[in-house]
């Protein structure tokens, strides 16, 4: 069956510091994988997708993430933390069944430290 | 923009009361959905609709049920509330262009005393 796991609840990081929120998934066939990112008391919203093609993707504000197919992984990363990253971030991974539906890891609490 | 727009924030409601969540999109989306987030257990599907009328259950559709009679609104009805249906529920639409983008609204936190 089809997973995404998120490792770490949440991470902490100091303003400026490098970000790396991690993201592995199982999946049989080649997988969309998505990373989504909720504001406080907002919905959530998309930072970026990997569907094919160039294995580096780029997003908003300043995220990327890489898609690594040897290590089942699709990292999230920013070079440099500003107080507005705080948020939760969720990975996820088209469903087999239907390429209509996602699957959502359980997300990733970012804290940023003055 | 597109926007997905849910009609309460906040809802408290009791035990045994039948509760409606309502969701409208404005971008004539063909699909909708509707989530179910509780901490550390990420957002879980509770049903979809790719259509007027046409709904599938999610993985967690046991005391829910779904409307959907025009194309722009998705209603998620509580049957019979439960104390464990407390959480935030997240209504979300897509395109079938662009069926792996959702768009979500801003949640409704509803707690069932």
């Known amino acids: 069956a089809q997973s995404v796991t998120q490792l770490g609840s949440h991470v902490s990081v100091s303003e400026g510091a490098l970000v790396l929120l991690r993201c592995n998934y199982s999946s049989s066939v080649p997988p969309y994988l998505f990373w989504y990112v909720q504001y406080p008391n907002q919905g959530l919203q998309l930072l970026l997708k990997y569907t094919t093609g160039a294995t580096l993707v780029k997003g908003i504000n300043g995220f990327e993430a890489e898609f690594k197919k040897s290590e089942t992984s699709f990292h999230l990363t920013k070079p440099s933390a500003h107080m507005s990253d705080a948020a939760e971030y969720f990975c996820?991974?088209?469903?087999?069944?239907?390429?209509?539906?996602?699957?959502f890891g359980s997300g990733t609490r970012l804290l940023v430290r003055p | 923009d597109v926007k997905v727009t849910q009609s309460s924030r906040y809802l408290v409601k009791r035990t045994g009361e039948k509760v409606f969540l309502e969701c409208v999109q404005d971008?004539?989306?063909?699909?909708m959905f509707w989530y179910r987030q509780d901490p550390g257990l990420g957002l879980r599907l509770i049903y979809f609709?790719?259509?007027?009328?046409?709904?599938e259950k999610g993985d967690i559709p046991e005391g829910y049920s779904v409307s959907r009679e025009k194309k722009e609104r998705f209603s998620l009805i509580l049957e019979s509330a439960s104390t464990n249906q407390t959480s935030m529920y997240l209504c979300?639409?897509?395109?079938?262009?662009?069926?792996?983008?959702?768009?979500f609204g801003a949640g409704t936190r509803l707690s069932v005393l």
């Open positions: 979300a639409s897509s395109s079938t262009l662009a069926k792996n983008i959702q768009y």
């Open positions: 971008m004539d989306h063909e699909n």
């Open positions: 996820a991974v088209i469903r087999m069944d239907s390429s209509y539906k996602l699957i």
């Open positions: 609709s790719y259509d007027v009328k046409m709904k």
